[in-house]
C-alpha cells in the first residue's frame, strides 16, 4: 500500500479546497454573484461535520459534565453551564473590554492598486536585474511563494522566459514588518515601487446603527468574540442558578471581524463561530485552573484525531500577551497552506484575571494592561464607562467577597472543523471490484466527527436487496445520519464512502437473504466481516465512543 500523505507535503490544500467543494463542504458564500471574499458557506456534508465538532465540545465540557467528581488534574469538582447572549450588545461593553480602543490591526494601502493588507501578512524577497532593485512582495502560501514572486519579478523588469537567470535574488523570503526602504517594496498588487502607505491602525469591529436614525448614539457593534456575552451575564446566572465558585460558563456563537486579509480557506473569515468558556474561579486557585484547563483542551482535540506531530501547545512569551492576560497557551496545528515547521491557532486558553468582571463593574483596567482613552461626552463626563453594577462574588460558605479570576478557553468552530478535514485527508490505495489496487482518497475523521456514519449497499439493484438494504437504512437512520447508494459497482460506492469519511459501510448481499447477516467494512482497514443487522448500531456507537 502506498504511503498516506500527510499534511503539508506538496499540494495538499488544493485538494482539500477541491474536494470540499465537489462533494459539499463547503463552498464560497454568494458564489453565483461572484462569491465574498473571507465569508464561506457549509454544504451538507460541512454543516454535518461542524455541528459534530460543535456538540462533541458541548456536550464533553457541559452536558455530560461530571459536577460532583473531581476530574484528574483538577484542584476541585466544578459545575458548568450554557448561555446563548445576543451579537449585539450595549455599545459600552465594547469599551470596557478593550475592544473599542485595542482590537486592531495594522494595515497597509496600496495607492496604485487602492488595495488594503495587513502589515504582518505580506512577504517578500529581494531582487536584482538590470541594475535596479526590489523587493518583491507577495501572499501567497509558502509554497507558491516563490513562484508568484518569481513571475512578478520577470514582469517588473521585463524580462522574457529565457532571461530568467538575470534575477539576482538575495536573501529567503521575509515579512514586510523586516523591510526598512518601503520605496523599494513592489506592493503585491502594484506595477510600480513605493505604492504603499504607512502602516496604519484599524478597527477590527464591524460596526452597525440600530434603529431607523443613523446617528453617533444609533451606533452598534457585531460581536468580535462570544466571551463578553458571558461576562455581562455572569451575576444573572449566579443569582438565578446554584452555581458556586469555581463553575464555568459556555456559550457557542458567531461572531464578526473585518480581518483585513481574510486567507487560507476557513482559517481566517470575516464571520465565524466560537466556542467560548469563561471559566470562574478564586484568584488563589487560578494558576492551577489555568494549568488544568490548558491540558485538558489539548487532550480534547488530540482525542478526536489531531496527532502529535502536527499538534502542539505554546505559551505565550510575555510580549505577545494580550492587554488583559497574565498568561496565555495556544494550541496549535500544522495546516498544510502554511510553511513547513509553522502552526496556526486553534484555541487560546487565557488565564484573563479579573480584567473583565472588574473593567464592566469600574470601567478601569487592570494595573498591568494598557490604559483605555475614555471617550468624554458633551457634558464633560466619561461617555463610556463601567456598568456600576458590583459583579463580585460571595462566597457563601466562607463570606469571603472577591472579583473571580477567569481562565478562558476560546476556540474557533471554523478552525477545528479546517483542522480535523486537514488532519483527515489520506490518499492510499484500495482494491477495485476485480481486485486491482487503485488509489483512493479517504477523510480518516474520528467516527463521532464523521459527517455520515454508516453507509447501506445493496450489492445488486434485484434479488430482493434493494427493499432489504432500504428496511435497515431506515432502522439506522433512527440512530445516526445514514447514507443509501445502489448505483453503480459497489467498489464504486465505497470510494465515495471513502472520500467523504463515512466509517462504516453495511453491505447487503446474497448471503444476507439466506442466513441474515450482513457485510460491514471499516473505512480505515478495509476489513469486511459478516455480522447481524442488529450489530450494527452498537459497532457503530462503541466507534464514536473511543
Ligand atoms: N475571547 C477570546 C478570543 O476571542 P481569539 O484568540 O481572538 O480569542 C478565539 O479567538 C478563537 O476564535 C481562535 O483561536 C480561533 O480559533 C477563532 N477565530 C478568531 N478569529 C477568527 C477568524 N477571523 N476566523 C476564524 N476563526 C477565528
Known sequence: MAAAESPGEGRMMEKIVSLCRRRGFLFQSSEIYGGMNGCWDYGPLGVELKRNVKDAWWRDM??????????????????????????LMHPQVWKCSGHYDLFHDMMVDCRESKKRYRFD?????WVEAKGRRAFVAVIADADAEQEVAHARAMKFFNLRGKDADKLVWDGEFISLEDVGEVEEVLAPDAKTLGSLTEPREFNLMFQTNIGAVVDVESTAFLRPETAQGIFCNFKNVVDSSRVQIPFGIAQIGKSFRNEITPRNFTFRVREFEQMEMEFFCHPSQSSEWYRFWRDRRMAWYQAHGLSGEHLIMREHAEDELSHYSTGTADIEYAFPFLPPGSFGELEGIAHRGDFDLRSHSEGKLDPNSNPLVVELGENGKPKYKGSGKDLSYRDPVSNERFIPHVIEPAAGADRAALAFLCEAYCEDEAPDDSGKLQSRTVLRFHPRLAPTKVAVLPLVKKDGMPEYAQGLYRELKKEFPVFYDEKSAVGRRYRRQDEIGTPFCVTIDGETLSDGTVTIRDRDTMEQRRVKPDEVVEIVRRAMRT
Not at 65 to 82: C, K, Q, R, W, Y
Open 121 to 125: 501578512q505580506i512577504r517578500g524577497r
Open 62 to 87: 457541559i452536558s455530560a459534565h461530571d459536577d460532583i467528581s473531581v476530574l484528574a488534574g483538577a484542584p476541585a469538582a466544578f459545575e458548568m453551564v450554557g448561555l446563548d447572549s445576543t451579537i
